[in-house]
């Protein structure tokens, strides 16, 4: 029988597909047809200004899929992948702090640098999780998220009046994560709803993230800025080694990759150090643009080299490939069906 063509089947099939496809139609859009997308109503709220309430909706899902006897997981992951951004992008800002003074290197500062590094893309590393990883890899951005936005960078420069972490932001993401996990645990129907949904929402995700970022950026940034974007692409790689040092042999996976990137919120810190520290003002235009190209770039590189390092695993057998590992997936799975049948 001959198999239905699918243009959400084909995407699922290349490498990162269901990430990069829909948020490359969101820059395209961005950058030839921002009127339509500023349209208002539906249209905008779907295409452009809904990645909360759709990264909202992706974290209650996905809730729904973490079993509460085993929330130890998602709590390590994610402040081992946390800890992992923040001391690597902290060392390489003071090198260039160090070595290159208020140059920096190549023209990028070492503000550009920490922010860069340090900053990750929550909703493209949820959408990796959702096709590389698992409901912990997943869960664990309730504590990733912390590294989004100014205050690492402000952290690690000593800034004054931007040092404390904003409790309001992590509990804002907390709270529908926590629903979905309340109600997946007690409706076992939602959860196998949820876990069929995933896929579109994390589709539709990409699209509004997209739609943040244009290709004029890339312009704009220069050398430094694809300088700044190859050293946090690459950074992938780093974090994808050390992040298996860190899990047991038959839970290592791939998602190390999917935190070399830089957020596009990164471009709010310039600006904001700026406004505490006049000293800054006249690198901040400059920095932004440079971390708009990192978070273009590696919104492409990130699925991209998370796949490579997940064909290396399957291929070679390692971690969740294990035939260990599949053997006690196996059995987990018989258990819970017999728990379900009874």
């Not at 198999?3 to 829909?22: C, D, H, N, T």
């Not at 992948?81 to 140059?103: D, N, P, Q, Y």
């Not at 190549?106 to 990796?128: H, P, Q, V």
């Amino acid at each position: 029988m001959k198999e239905e063509k699918s243009f959400f089947r084909l995407m699922q099939k290349v490498p990162g597909g269901l990430i990069i496809v829909p948020m490359l139609i969101g820059v395209l859009a961005n950058t030839f047809i921002p009127n339509v997308l500023g349209i208002g109503g539906f249209t905008s709220g779907m295409f452009k200004t809904g990645t909360a309430c759709l990264l909202g909706m992706f974290l209650l899902l996905n809730g729904a899929s973490i079993d509460i006897k085993k929330i130890g997981m998602p709590l390590y992951k994610g402040c081992t992948l946390t800890l992992m951004k923040l001391v690597f992008g902290v060392a390489l800002g003071l090198l260039v702090a160090k070595f290159c003074g208020e140059a920096g290197f190549m023209g990028i500062t070492s503000m550009a640098m920490i922010a860069g590094i340090t900053n990750s893309a929550g909703g493209l590393y949820l959408g990796l999780a959702q096709q590389y990883g698992d409901e912990t890899d997943a869960g664990a951005i309730s504590i990733l998220s912390l590294n989004d936005g100014p205050f690492f960078t402000m952290i690690a420069m000593g800034t004054a009046g931007m040092a404390s972490i904003p409790i309001e932001s992590f509990i804002a993401t907390l709270i529908p994560l926590i629903v979905g996990i309340i109600w997946g645990n007690l409706d076992n129907t939602f959860r196998k709803v949820a876990a069929e949904a995933m896929p579109i929402i994390t589709f539709f995700m990409m699209i509004p993230i997209g739609a943040g970022m244009s290709l004029k950026s890339i312009a704009a940034g220069g050398i430094g800025g694809v300088v700044l974007a190859i050293i946090s692409a690459l950074s992938a790689f780093v974090f994808y080694f050390v992040f298996q040092l860190t899990l047991p042999k038959k839970k290592r996976n791939a998602m190390g990759a999917a935190i070399g990137t830089t957020a596009a919120n990164a471009t709010s810190v310039p600006a904001s150090l700026a406004e505490v520290d006049p000293t800054w003002q006249a690198a901040s235009s400059t920095a932004t643009a440079q971390l708009a190209v990192a978070a273009i770039v590696t919104a492409f590189t990130a699925p991209i080299i998370t796949s490579v390092c997940d064909k290396h695993m399957r291929k070679k057998k390692l971690g969740i490939y294990s035939d260990e590992a599949i053997a006690e997936r196996e059995a987990q799975n018989k258990t819970e069906e017999q728990k379900n049948f009874k």
